[in-house]
């Protein structure tokens, strides 16, 4: 307590001496005021606990909440894309992905969706292509037998001629061997023309012997075999012939 004005004035004209040199806003006294505050610890000790309970229970809550958002925003579409993603991979192409979020999983199950059916489409498509393509190959077997009936037609008959031919052939040649070996009969001129008439049918001889040939190698039965050629007289037979 600090003296006032009226303070002083009060303690001047008092008989204690030892408040004679008192001055207004000197220490007069301190009063120390006591209380119960246990009541308060009390209350701030619950107010604690009540604290803490309130914040366990919010990060509670919000650990959940996080477990809901994960569980059912993201987990879920993410599963249920792979689900439909699996089902299209067994064969089910008629199943798509349902999901009405509003965010960018909509938009992911839209793309598949779109990729889906652009599968489908392609898939179509190369059927059609797959199918046309067997008829083509069926339609080039068909020709192909066609063309392997129509060789062995010709190869046949090719044969058959040449063998038809090789019989009067034969008598050309015999009969010009004949004509050759008669001394005396026939004159220089027609002794020539005898021996151009020989060297006529040799020459077809050997053409129908090759057409013979042929056939055999298309039968895969001709049989190789190196010979000596001489070039003069296989010359001199081409030069008769031009004569």
């Known amino acids: 307590m600090y003296a006032k004005k009226s303070c002083v004035l009060c303690h001047q004209v008092m008989p204690d001496t030892r408040n004679a040199s008192l001055r207004e806003g000197d220490l007069m006294a301190v009063v120390r005021v006591t209380l ?5 610890v009390n209350a ?6 009540l604290a803490w309970t309130a914040a366990i229970v919010i990060g509670f809550l919000s ?16 599963t249920h894309l792979r689900d439909v993603a699996n089902a299209v991979r067994e064969g089910d192409v008629e199943q ?5 979020t509003g965010d960018e999983f909509e938009d992911l199950a839209a793309a598949f969706n779109r990729m889906v059916r652009q599968l489908l489409s392609q898939q179509s498509e190369l059927r059609h292509v797959n199918n046309e393509l067997d008829k083509r190959l069926d339609d080039l077997a068909q020709a192909n037998m066609r063309l392997y009936e129509m060789n062995r037609l010709k190869s046949d008959f090719l044969a058959t001629i040449s063998h038809e031919l090789r019989t009067p052939l034969h008598s050309i040649l015999g009969f ?4 050759l070996n008669t001394s005396g009969q026939l004159n220089e001129r027609q002794a020539r023309w005898v021996s151009n008439i020989k060297d006529s049918g040799q020459q ?3 053409l129908i012997n090759d057409i013979l040939d042929l056939a055999k190698i298309e039968a895969g039965k001709m049989e190789v075999r190196t010979e000596e050629v001489s070039l003069p007289e296989l ?6 012939m031009l004569r």
């Open 36 to 40: 119960d505050d246990q009541a308060t």
């Open 44 to 49: 701030q000790a619950i107010n604690r606990a």
């Open 63 to 78: 650990m959940l909440s996080l477990w809901a958002v994960v569980r059912y925003v993201i987990v879920k579409p993410v």
């Open 96 to 100: 798509r992905a349902e999901i009405r």
């Open 176 to 179: 010009s061997n004949v004509l």
């Open 204 to 206: 077809l001889l050997t």
């Open 235 to 240: 010359c001199e037979s081409q030069m008769t």
